[in-house]
């Protein structure tokens, strides 16, 4: 069973600031992936990455960043933060061919 | 790019019975359709999945039907169990090395 763990798990931060989300997946897969999970708009995808050094934009990039350190590491990061990124988000990764996706458990961000 | 549409938002079932699930979608090169199960305050995880090259796919109670030329599938659960509470999320993509689109999501409640 993959691995995928994200931190942190809740963050609550003011508008304007900065918020860095991590994930690291321990099964050796070379893509992974950041999504958003909103009410009515289910699972939006913003950034993902096929290896260490590699990023691809997503459905909804705007207001993110995102780097891929090394295999097991992805993080998001949201320099100037807006209440319209609170959200659930989630991190994933898959093996190569990209096809069955192993979620970790979600890191809950309110911007008030 | 592709879209994913969720017909049911909320399903609700009496145990013993059979629920369906349909999504239809919009790219004609799309070949690839998983479902992810999301049990309450947890994440997702990958409960089946079905490629254009069959029409019907059938694990254990689930079932998965495509209809490439209404460019719709859908998921049929048979003797739905308490457990089978939970929301359910279609997706899309177009194959291997690939990024999937996720309909929004259907909320299933198991009533006893």
């Known amino acids: 069973e993959a691995a995928v763990t994200q931190s942190p798990r809740n963050k609550v931060t003011v508008t304007g600031g900065n918020v860095t989300l991590s994930c690291r997946q321990t099964n050796s897969h070379n893509y992974m992936y950041w999504y958003r999970q909103d009410t009515g708009h289910g699972l939006r995808l913003i950034h993902y990455s096929y290896g260490a050094g590699n990023l691809q934009i997503g459905d909804v990039p705007d207001g993110y960043k995102a780097t891929r350190t090394t295999q097991e590491d992805f993080f998001l990061l949201l320099e100037l933060a807006s209440p319209s990124q609170t959200s659930l988000y989630f991190c994933a990764s898959s093996d190569s061919s990209g096809n069955t996706l192993y979620f970790g458990e979600g890191s809950r961000l309110i911007v008030v | 790019g592709e879209k994913v549409e969720q017909h049911e938002s909320t399903l609700s079932v009496r145990e013993g019975d059979s629920a369906v699930i349909n999504c239809t979608y919009t790219d004609t090169a799309s070949s690839y359709f998983p479902w992810y199960k999301q049990e309450a305050g947890k994440s997702l995880h990958f409960v089946i999945d079905i490629r254009s090259n069959v029409d019907r796919k059938q694990s254990q109670r689930l079932t998965v039907l495509l209809d490439k030329k209404a460019k719709r599938f859908s998921l049929h659960i048979t003797a739905t169990q308490p457990e089978d509470s939970a929301i359910y999320f279609c997706?899309?993509?177009?194959?291997?090395?690939?990024?999937?689109?996720f309909g929004a999501g259907t909320r299933l409640a198991v009533c006893p």
């Open positions: 997706a899309a993509s177009r194959g291997s090395f690939n990024k999937l689109t």
